[in-house]
């Protein structure tokens, strides 16, 4: 006798005047933190729907709190990149003597690849993760679902729990404002590239390891050009061109609040992203992308899936250094090439913008088998 596949339960549509919360813990307010739990929650907090009266309230902090009374009625708590065993065994305390006693789901929070073999080892994750991946893979196992950014890692997380969501990454309009800058002829004396992220893309500068995201030919192209152009980064830079540091411009990372006038002010021609074509970098999102594309800085991408859809990507340095050289020489391609990044990516750009909040609050009702009043 065949078996019976029984279908999901139908989803319940969230009623006028309904008041749903949930709480996030976040293990940083300064990247991913704050780009993935802080700024949606706080335009969830304040957003109004077009035909109901339904609120949603969303709180967030680094403290955990004990109270059983905090927790009650909350639909879920997210637990944003928890990783150690101290972390762990506070989460296994919540669900065993709070959670299962006010019916409050556990959902973990990650849009890193941490799975075995795929950070390589000059990231500086790798040591963090290599110690700590056995309980990050018990928390997932412990949640009720996993939230992360891309289809991507999805796939790779579903191994361990099998309600994983993928909630995109967006920018907050409300900070990087809708004056996008025209894209016009190069007036600087110097044309202007520019780079920005966090030392994670490279081996760190006191370590014995080496290896990073630009390919030696780019780095040598850097060292080469510095007469000609301006190179421009914030945050980080390989470890290969600390020697000519006094010949490029190096400028300290923002707050995550100041960052998108920053680059703004910088007076931008050309973006470079330039990934190594490993798993750890294949799960990623496109958010450097976004933020490109939102400051009018075309751009220059590494052939690989975050990506995969941008006017101008490379298989190798040479096809990066020669896109260069061709976008630097013609303004026509620069604005082409601009536009084109634009249209992919207007859609899913800001957080405001093609109901992107309603369909990021209904990724976790529908886990729940609720989901939001069509309007």
């Known amino acids: 006798m065949s078996k019976i596949k029984l279908k999901n339960p139908p989803m319940k549509v969230i009623p006028n005047n309904s008041r749903i919360s949930w709480h996030g813990y976040v293990a940083d307010k300064g990247g991913c933190g704050h780009l993935r739990v802080i700024i949606p929650y706080i335009l969830t907090n304040i957003h109004r729907f077009k035909n109901s009266n339904i609120q949603i309230y969303t709180s967030y902090g680094m403290n955990y709190s004990m109270d059983e009374n905090f927790y009650k009625g909350k639909l879920f708590v997210l637990f944003q990149r928890a990783a150690t065993f101290e972390q762990l065994k506070i989460i296994k305390f919540l669900k065993k003597n709070i959670f299962n006693k006010t019916k409050t ?67 907050p309009k409300f900070i990087w404002g809708s004056d996008i800058p025209e894209i016009k002829e190069i007036k600087n004396k110097k044309p202007r590239i520019y780079w920005g992220g966090s030392s994670n893309h490279f081996a760190l500068p006191n370590s014995d390891k080496n290896g990073g995201d630009f390919g030696n030919k780019l780095i040598d192209f850097i060292k080469k050009t ?134 990021y609050i209904n990724n976790y009702l529908n886990m729940f088998n609720m989901r939001l009043p069509e309007d």
């Open 105 to 171: 789901a556990i959902i973990y929070e990650v849009d890193d690849d941490f799975t075995e073999g795929s950070i390589p080892e000059w990231n500086m994750a790798a040591d963090y993760f290599n110690k700590n991946r056995k309980y990050c893979l018990n928390i997932i196992e412990n949640a009720y679902a996993v939230s992360t950014s891309t289809e991507y890692l999805a796939k790779k997380l579903r191994k361990y729990n099998k309600r994983v969501i993928v909630n995109q990454n967006h920018l």
């Open 226 to 359: 510095t007469d000609i152009y301006d190179w421009v980064f914030i945050g980080a830079i390989p470890k290969e061109i600390i020697e000519i540091r006094d010949k490029i411009e190096l400028h300290e990372w923002q707050s995550v609040l100041y960052y998108p006038h920053y680059i703004k002010s910088l007076n931008i021609d050309i973006g470079i992203a330039p990934l190594a074509k490993h798993e750890f970098n294949k799960s990623k999102s496109n958010i450097k992308a976004q933020e490109y594309t939102a400051a009018g800085i075309p751009a220059i991408y590494t052939n690989i899936i975050p990506y995969e859809n941008m006017k101008l990507i490379c298989d190798s340095d040479e096809e990066m250094i020669s896109n260069i050289e061709m976008l630097v020489s013609d303004s026509n391609k620069r604005k082409e090439v601009w536009e084109h990044d634009y249209s992919v990516l207007k859609e899913d750009l800001f957080w405001e913008e093609n109901n992107n909040i309603e369909k």
